[in-house]
Structure formats: structure tokens, C-alpha cells
């Protein structure tokens, strides 16, 4: 059974060469090439493929094409390629399983047999990332788990993403429709849990900035408080 694969690189030269290697492979048909993430998405309208091949720094695209293309269809299997390993694409190209999921590195390619088996194997409902994406993967998740962040509650979370921006409090409870000695209290117990010393507010202030910042990937992630 052939496998109908979408390809999308907006580096015209890869693009051509992946295309020449996939040509030689009698269990892939190539429905669709493109060269972003507009037109990859709606060559996946029009063509339906059972496997999408993309570049992980597609034009238009970023680290969320993986999960657009997810919800455009669950069964769809995506394989990303790229010449390094990129974290947070690779993060939510696994959002909501590995099923159907592939993370190649163009450096690491061995041939195009590889390259077209592992087409076939994600179409399939297999799963074939890199090891070295794997490594990389378990190290962000660490330096995740350990991130002071994580002991902040998603409020304090909002409230630090303001802090960061330079908004004083009164302006921070303006926009969160909270008193002003809300926010007080909320910046004082981020203060605690971040551990930062009592040097005075303007000192604190911008640490807990510096530490939200260099751990921005944590709180970014941050989800939503309820009120």
C-alpha cells in the first residue's frame, strides 16, 4: 500500500532534495510540496495526506503548525525535520501523544530509505523520534520539574507575568479587576516562595523578574487561573 505524504522546507534546495529521495521510493506517493505553512495547510485540505513531512522552522508556521495540523486531522501522522533539535516544537508536536508522531534530524539521515520507512511507520500510527531529540526532550523536562516557577500558584503566575512587564501594582489590579492590597499580597508570597531576600521592593522586584524570565518556558505553560 503506498503512503500519500505532504512535504513542506522553505529552503528551496532541501526541499528539492528530500523530494528527489522520497521520488525514489515506490511505497510513498507525494501528493503536495510546499514552501510554508499556508499552503501546507491547505494542501492538506485539498489532498488529505496520510503523512505530512514539514521543516520545523516552516515560515508562517512555528512551534504550533504541529498541533494545527493535529486538529485538522487526529489520524494524520507528522513528522517534523530540522537540522537541530528545537524543544518547544518538539514539546508540541507531542502534545496529546506520540502516536502518529516523528522528529527527524537532516544531519542524522542515513539514506532515503530511512527516510521514506519512516513515513510509512508514522502513517502507520508509529512513533519515530531521534534519540538525541529524546535527550534533549528529558533535559527541558528537568529543568522544567526543578524551575522555582513551579511552586508558584497560577494567579501568583499571572500576576509575576505583569511584574516582568515593569507594571506597578495599582495598574496590575486595574487590569485584574482586583484591589490593590490583592496584589500586595500575592507579590509578597511570591516573594517567599521564590526565596528572594528582603533587600527592598525595588530589588526584589526586578529578581523575581530575572527569574521569571529565565524561566520563561515554565510560565509560559502556565495554565490560566480560574477568577
Known amino acids: 500500500m503506498t503512503v ?3 512535504l513542506a522546507d522553505h529552503d528551496l534546495l532541501a526541499r528539492e532534495g528530500v523530494q528527489r529521495l522520497l521520488g525514489e521510493s515506490q511505497a510513498i506517493e507525494l501528493v503536495a510540496v510546499c514552501e510554508d505553512a499556508p ?4 494542501a492538506v485540505e485539498r489532498e488529505r495526506p496520510d503523512v505530512v ?3 520545523v ?3 508562517a508556521g512555528g512551534a504550533e503548525l504541529a498541533s494545527t495540523l493535529r486538529r485538522l486531522d487526529p489520524e494524520m501522522g507528522v513528522v517534523l525535520l530540522s537540522r537541530e533539535v528545537d524543544a518547544a516544537s518538539a514539546l508540541a508536536l507531542l502534545d496529546g501523544g506520540s502516536a ?7 544531519t542524522r539521515l542515513a539514506s532515503g530509505r530511512q527516510l521514506a520507512d519512516t513515513l510509512v511507520g508514522v502513517a502507520a500510527g508509529g512513533s519515530v523520534i531521534d534519540p538525541r531529540v529524546v ?3 528529558v533535559v527541558e523536562r528537568s529543568r522544567a520539574e526543578r524551575s522555582p516557577l513551579r511552586s508558584l500558584t497560577p494567579r501568583e503566575l499571572e500576576i509575576l507575568r505583569e511584574v516582568a512587564t515593569g507594571r506597578s501594582n495599582a495598574a496590575i489590579a486595574r487590569d485584574l479587576v482586583v484591589t490593590k492590597r490583592a496584589v500586595e499580597r500575592h507579590i509578597n508570597s511570591i516573594f517567599a516562595k521564590l526565596r528572594l531576600p528582603d533587600d527592598g521592593e525595588v530589588s526584589r522586584r526586578v ?3 530575572l ?3 529565565a524561566d520563561a518556558e515554565v510560565g509560559s505553560h502556565a495554565r490560566e487561573p480560574a477568577g
Not at 499552503?39 to 491547505?42: A, I, K, Q, R
Not at 502518529?100 to 537532516?106: I, N, V, W
Open 4 to 6: 500519500r505524504a505532504a
Open 57 to 59: 522552522r516552516l515560515p
Open 207 to 209: 529578581a523575581a523578574t
Open 39 to 42: 499552503s501546507l495547510l491547505d
Open 211 to 213: 527569574v521569571f524570565l
Open 100 to 106: 502518529g508522531r516523528g522528529y527527524l534530524l537532516k
Open 53 to 55: 513531512l514539514t521543516e
Open 135 to 137: 535527550e534533549a526532550l
